[in-house]
């Protein structure tokens, strides 16, 4: 048995590597992809990694979708209203929509997505023997007695305790996928490796560590702008090669078609300072980029009340300050990120969201003279008996955050940088064990609450992501009255004047808003470009 298994898998392999082009014999699409730091599992209830999430949006559906502007649009929800009290969503649901075929439906046969099923979904996110990563989303937003309601199968209502604008935007999160009950039931936690969704491509093998395809869902739903059939590629073949470089030169042979982000190894190579591509690579692939919602950013602790804080020189807002003018951030993005982001001079809240307006929004410019005025405003002149402060970093970041450490020491601020692995930073900074500290910050859903939720009192540590330990009333005040504002301007006025209270105040430095680097193939058309990075191939065609 298990060498037909391994005859039959390695005569699929070498079919899908026969015609991975157009001008093969057969004439099929197939879409390659590495997938560099490997896939868990293609369960949505556990769709918490970019590569996860990538897989998963290939293969389900949810209620709602984004689209590359990050507005919140139609998916298996055909229309919605909301209760006047902003606490009862209704959803009406389209009549077309099948799970893919499965020996676990009658007759093998897909059968069609009704309310119930999101019913199921929902309530194993938040199922505590589940335990998914996702059950954040709903945990503390909704009624406790009855939240997911099948009205009839065409109609579901979600329920809230309190008004939550950015809900729609939540739901659009591949957390959010409907999932078969007949199937999950089946499989329990094999689900993982057994998916079955709605979305354009459906499941066909996986070896974990070597490769993955998806096949073509020929009774797939959804339709062109056009008005043709999607999806128009007939597969996908996803691998796992690890080493980026190796991946790189993969693309460049044209044995992928696509490649996420550039490393720094041969980011020069790649790029010149202005991020231009080089002479070397010019014409032979499409560079794609564009605002990508992610802020990277030192974190400091402020909250006096925790022990580490006490002698710590960050509790001082003017040292917060002095630290935050002392970086010049334009010539650090051109030099080490080859101009691949966007000096961070306005607030947490990232380019590219919704609402963001650096005009409206006051951060940090480069300001050396001022951080030496604030120093000494401080009591430490020149940073006389300021004492070194320790920052903590990962391997990755590593020159970046030295680059950082000597625009502090030309003000007088004395660092030292402490390298930690990823796992154990954010360890230690999940409970306030540390200081100073490099982060980042990527957007769980396209709403900026997400980020402001992160200086929300309530949300200290051990309730929240406040990882900084900010307390300030009138942000709060703020926060919570946006829970109460439905229209969207306005909301976003609320959140530009909370977001000038955390650059005022100076719990972090904002070192830059991260861009959305893609290489395609120059063949390949129709990639989304939203600044989620979200990687949607139902609309993709490879010519």
């Known amino acids: 048995m298990n060498k037909l298994t391994g005859f039959l898998f390695c005569l699929l392999l070498s079919l899908f590597i026969a015609c991975k082009t157009d001008t093969s014999n057969s004439g099929k699409t197939i879409f390659n992809i590495n997938l560099d730091e490997g896939l868990?599992?293609?369960?949505?209830?556990?769709?918490?990694?970019?590569?996860?999430?990538w897989m998963v949006n290939q293969v389900y559906n949810g209620l709602v979708q984004i689209d590359d502007s990050l507005k919140t649009r139609p998916c298996i929800a055909k229309s919605w209203n909301i209760s006047p009290d902003g606490m009862v969503y209704t959803f009406h649901l389209r009549n077309d929509v099948n799970f893919q075929d499965d020996p676990l439906f009658i007759n093998g046969k897909g059968r069609r997505v009704i309310a119930s099923d999101f019913v199921y979904s929902f309530h194993r996110l938040v199922d505590p023997k589940v335990a998914s990563s996702g059950s954040w989303i709903f945990s503390d937003k909704i009624d406790c007695d009855t939240p997911f309601i099948a009205k009839n199968d065409s109609t579901f209502q979600l329920r809230l305790k309190q008004?939550?604008?950015?809900?729609?935007?939540?739901l659009t999160a591949q957390y959010c996928s409907v999932v078969p009950h007949e199937v999950v039931d089946h499989y329990g936690k094999d689900f993982r490796q057994h998916p079955v969704g709605t979305g354009a491509f459906k499941f066909k093998y996986w070896k974990e560590g070597e490769v993955m395809v998806l096949l073509k869902n020929e009774k797939y739903w959804e339709k062109d702008k056009d008005g043709s059939t999607l999806p128009h590629l007939d597969a996908i073949r996803a691998t796992f090669i690890g080493d980026k470089q190796t991946a790189f030169m993969e693309f460049i042979s044209k044995k992928l078609d696509f490649l996420n982000d550039i490393d720094g190894s041969y980011r020069d190579d790649i790029l010149t300072k202005a991020g231009q591509v080089t002479q070397k690579y010019k014409g032979k692939f499409t560079l794609s980029t564009g605002p990508y919602l992610n802020t990277i950013y030192l974190g400091m602790l402020v909250d006096s009340n925790i022990p580490i804080v006490k002698r710590s020189p960050l509790k001082k807002l003017k040292i917060r300050q002095a630290i935050n003018y002392a970086i010049d951030k334009q010539k650090m993005i051109k030099y080490l990120r080859n101009s691949m982001g966007t000096a961070g001079s306005a607030g947490f809240i990232p380019m590219g969201m919704p609402g963001f307006d650096a005009k409206q929004v006051k951060g940090y410019s480069y300001n050396p003279d001022k951080a030496r005025q604030l120093l000494k405003e401080a009591?430490?002149?020149?940073?006389d008996n300021l004492p070194e402060i320790v920052l903590q970093t990962?391997?990755?970041?590593?020159?970046?955050?030295?680059?950082?450490?000597?625009?502090?020491d030309r003000v007088g601020i004395k660092t030292s940088v402490e390298i930690t692995q990823g796992a154990s930073l954010r360890e230690l900074v999940s409970?306030?064990?540390?200081?100073?500290?490099?982060?980042?910050?990527?957007?769980?859903?396209?709403?900026?609450?997400n980020y402001l939720s992160v200086f929300y009192s309530k949300n200290k540590i051990p309730y929240g992501p406040n990882y900084t330990g900010f307390n300030n009333k009138q942000f709060d005040a703020l926060f919570e009255q946006a829970y109460h504002e439905v229209n969207d301007e306005k909301r976003f006025t609320l959140y530009r004047q909370m977001d000038n209270i955390v650059m005022q105040q100076s719990p972090v430095v904002i070192l830059y808003y991260d861009k959305r680097v893609n290489l395609y193939q120059n063949n390949i058309s129709g990639y989304s470009v939203n600044g989620q990075n979200l990687l949607t191939l139902k609309r993709v065609r490879k010519n």
């Open 163 to 170: 008004p939550f604008p950015p809900l729609l935007s939540m």
């Open 40 to 53: 868990s599992s293609l369960d949505p209830a556990f769709a918490r990694n970019q590569n996860t999430i």
């Open 379 to 383: 009591g430490y002149p020149n940073g």
């Open 394 to 408: 990962t391997v990755g970041y590593r020159g970046l955050i030295e680059y950082v450490q000597g625009q502090l």
């Open 431 to 449: 409970k306030n064990g540390v200081n100073f500290f490099y982060g980042t910050w990527i957007a769980d859903y396209p709403d900026a609450e």
